[in-house]
């Protein structure tokens, strides 16, 4: 399709193959594709639709866990947060994902949400696929219910279509209902006086993040290379 110039069809070909991908649980080469295929869009004037900009931001937000995690758990456990509300578009690593959601949440002070997804590994479908490394410890959050109701207060900055104040890592903004860019490499949404674009995906970043030494360049590097939640805790 893209050698006969029908790049609508060259990107709705790329989507499917990259959905197929990911049901499989190659989410590197399915953002890949999805970022090329961005990329190609918006290179020949096609539209490019809400629902694939957020299946870009949702591979993401994956592939940036383990190199945010490396020094700044508060921001790889809102990635996991963000991809555990899609799990089912991770189906080949379930209980892998959401185990390494809720070991992140406990180590960012986010008691309420490694409880909540904790709770949900002790279905029965899960629990048996459980790590044993982690088991006990799931299984202490959720009986100690009482002890995990709070979580961090978000930070909050302004939506870079109304200026209304939102938590940083919120991707839709309730009072104008825009759905938001997301930094490439700080996985927050983006702020309208601190954008710029990331020069290896050409997606946006915030300027602050990119010109943040050594950890966005290991961010991006670390997203080029396919490093992931699974790599890591899982």
């Not at 989507?15 to 020949?44: C, P, S, T």
């Not at 509300?85 to 949440?105: G, M, R, W, Y």
């Amino acid at each position: 399709y893209q050698a006969m110039g029908n790049h609508v069809q060259t990107l709705r070909t790329a989507v499917l193959i990259a959905d197929d991908e990911q049901k499989r649980g190659n989410y590197k080469v399915a953002h890949d594709l999805l970022v090329q295929a961005f990329r190609d869009a918006v290179k020949y004037g096609v539209p490019v639709s809400i629902d694939t900009r957020r299946s870009i931001a949702l591979l993401h937000s994956y592939l940036l866990v383990k190199p945010l995690a490396k020094d700044d758990h508060v921001a790889s456990a809102h990635m996991l947060l963000r991809v555990a509300a899609n799990i089912s578009k991770f189906p080949a690593h379930v209980v892998s994902i959401l185990t390494s959601t809720v070991i992140e949440c406990v180590r960012s002070g986010m008691k309420r949400s490694a409880f909540e997804n904790a709770s949900v590994l002790m279905r029965p479908e899960y629990h048996d696929e459980i790590d044993e490394r982690f088991l006990k410890k799931i299984e202490g959050i959720v009986r100690k219910k009482k002890d995990f109701k709070e979580d961090l207060e978000p930070h909050m900055s302004p939506c870079p279509v109304c200026s209304n104040e939102l938590p940083d890592y919120e991707l839709d903004c309730p009072n104008c209902k825009s759905t938001l860019a997301m930094c490439s490499v700080t996985g927050k949404h983006m702020v309208a006086e601190d954008a710029t674009f990331c020069p290896s995906w050409s997606l946006p970043g915030a300027l602050l993040g990119v010109l943040d030494g050594g950890r966005a360049r290991t961010t991006v590097s670390d997203v080029q290379r396919g490093d992931s939640a699974r790599s890591r805790a899982c």
